[in-house]
């Protein structure tokens, strides 16, 4: 295809986007940002599933889209429900970046299918957790390969915590392709793909936020899929029982300003979009806490005192999205960190669980 054919192709592609105002400023482009609250739910809320919409909410480039879900539905995450998946499209097909919640699947191929009717041949994981991986299987029945790391198909296949009498794993929806994490190759791609006029690096992570963590570069729109190892709505969410730390997020957000760039766009699974220079503050606040948390700890302070402590205090009024969960669960980890952190074995870290 000629360049003045594939300009043509993506015009076309972008204007079919129902609802989205398509200009001729820089990339990327907040369409719809995410809600700042705050938020409230009443004991016992569910996700009302159905009223849930998937919406185009950025685009990173002409044919490099955000798909997310609806704010002030999921208490989960009532920023915008489930995690981000992206869109790559074009002439080669549509390269996506994971799949949503299971319940929104259709939805999301819906949406989907206002910008494209490209067959949809690759998936990425970029972590394990339902809202990225939830929607597996119905892709990989419309033809996605799924790739991820082999410490999230370990975490698929056997997940922690699982009931006796939990339906049978859905094969369909785990990745048929993997890769592991080197540390003497950190940085360095797993797996380029060239699609679409992109170059798509996955680039394998340390244990950060789980043990099975990918971050996705598209080079040539000079972003960064960073997933969920930073967030800027709620406080830092390590899961221990997947393999993930504190501490190997700190690790991330190292790597990640070595790998960015000034103008490098960084695209988090929850939050707003950030540039390198916001992993700074995050990554302090993190030491910070974990300093405070483990002088408390060190003076024999139980786990109730260091949560009485009110550590994040200082941090409120700048963090989005904090709820006493959230402060809990990041107090909780760095209790559990600052008195042993054990090596990664077998590619991840058995940090302890509750």
Same mark, same amino acid.
């Given at each position: 295809?000629? #360049?003045?054919?594939?300009?043509?192709?993506?015009?076309?592609?972008?204007?079919?986007?129902?609802?989205?105002?398509?200009? %001729?400023?820089?990339?990327? %482009?907040?369409?719809?940002?995410?809600?700042?609250? *705050?938020?409230?739910?009443?004991?016992?809320?569910?996700?009302?599933?159905?009223?849930?919409?998937?919406? =185009?909410?950025?685009?990173?480039?002409?044919?490099?889209?955000?798909? +997310?879900?609806?704010?002030?539905?999921?208490?989960?995450? *009532?920023?915008?429900?489930?995690?981000?998946?992206?869109?790559?499209?074009?002439?080669?097909?549509?390269?996506?970046?994971?799949?949503?919640?299971?319940?929104?699947?259709?939805?999301?191929?819906?949406? @989907?299918?206002?910008?494209?009717?490209?067959?949809?041949?690759?998936?990425?994981?970029?972590? =394990?957790?339902?809202?990225?991986?939830?929607?597996?299987?119905?892709?990989? #029945?419309?033809?996605?390969?799924?790739?991820?790391?082999? !410490? &999230? #198909?370990?975490?698929?296949?056997?997940?922690?915590?699982?009931?006796?009498?939990?339906?049978?794993?859905?094969?369909?929806?785990? *990745?048929?392709?993997?890769?592991?994490?080197?540390?003497?190759?950190?940085?360095?791609?797993?797996?380029?793909?060239?699609? !679409?006029?992109?170059?798509?690096?996955?680039?394998?992570?340390?244990?950060? +936020?789980?043990?099975?963590?990918?971050? =996705? /570069?598209?080079?040539?729109?000079?972003?960064?899929?960073? $997933?969920?190892?930073? #967030?800027?709505?709620?406080? *830092?969410?390590?899961?221990?029982?997947?393999?993930?730390? @504190?501490?190997?997020?700190?690790?991330?957000?190292?790597?990640?300003?070595?790998?960015?760039?000034? !103008?490098?766009?960084?695209?988090?699974?929850?939050?707003? &979009?950030?540039?390198?220079?916001?992993?700074?503050?995050? /990554?302090?606040?993190?030491?910070?806490?974990?300093?405070?948390?483990?002088?408390?700890?060190?003076?024999?302070?139980? @786990?109730?005192?260091? @949560?009485?402590?009110?550590?994040?205090?200082?941090?409120?009024?700048?963090?989005?999205?904090?709820?006493?969960?959230?402060?809990?669960?990041?107090?909780?980890?760095?209790?559990? $960190?600052?008195?042993?952190?054990?090596?990664?074995?077998?590619?991840?870290?058995?940090?302890?669980?509750?």
């Amino acid at each position: 295809m000629t #360049r003045h054919a594939w300009f043509l192709a993506g015009v076309i592609a972008i204007a079919a986007v129902p609802g989205v105002v398509v200009g %001729q400023g820089a990339y990327p %482009q907040t369409v719809i940002p995410p809600a700042k609250g *705050p938020f409230t739910f009443p004991a016992g809320y569910q996700t009302p599933w159905d009223k849930v919409e998937i919406l =185009v909410k950025e685009k990173l480039s002409p044919n490099l889209f955000v798909l +997310h879900g609806s704010d002030t539905l999921d208490a989960a995450h *009532p920023d915008g429900s489930g995690g981000r998946a992206l869109a790559l499209f074009g002439p080669d097909g549509v390269l996506m970046v994971d799949s949503q919640n299971r319940q929104v699947a259709e939805k999301t191929l819906k949406t @989907l299918r206002t910008f494209t009717d490209g067959p949809i041949r690759i998936m990425v994981n970029t972590h =394990v957790h339902s809202d990225h991986t939830g929607g597996n299987a119905f892709f990989a #029945r419309q033809g996605a390969l799924i790739y991820a790391q082999e !410490n &999230l #198909r370990n975490e698929m296949m056997r997940p922690p915590r699982r009931a006796a009498n939990a339906p049978p794993i859905d094969m369909t929806g785990v *990745p048929v392709v993997t890769y592991r994490y080197d540390a003497a190759t950190a940085g360095e791609p797993a797996v380029t793909f060239h699609m !679409n006029g992109e170059i798509v690096d996955f680039i394998p992570m340390m244990p950060s +936020h789980t043990a099975g963590d990918t971050i =996705v /570069r598209f080079r040539n729109a000079d972003v960064i899929y960073i $997933e969920d190892f930073y #967030r800027n709505f709620g406080y *830092p969410f390590a899961d221990h029982s997947n393999g993930g730390s @504190l501490q190997g997020m700190l690790e991330a957000a190292d790597l990640i300003a070595r790998l960015a760039g000034p !103008n490098t766009t960084l695209v988090p699974g929850h939050g707003t &979009l950030i540039k390198k220079q916001e992993l700074l503050p995050y /990554r302090t606040m993190i030491v910070e806490v974990m300093a405070k948390v483990k002088a408390l700890r060190d003076q024999g302070r139980s @786990l109730q005192e260091v @949560l009485a402590a009110n550590l994040t205090a200082p941090y409120d009024a700048v963090t989005l999205g904090d709820t006493q969960q959230s402060k809990d669960r990041f107090i909780t980890e760095a209790y559990d $960190e600052v008195k042993d952190f054990p090596p990664v074995a077998d590619g991840k870290r058995a940090m302890p669980t509750r």
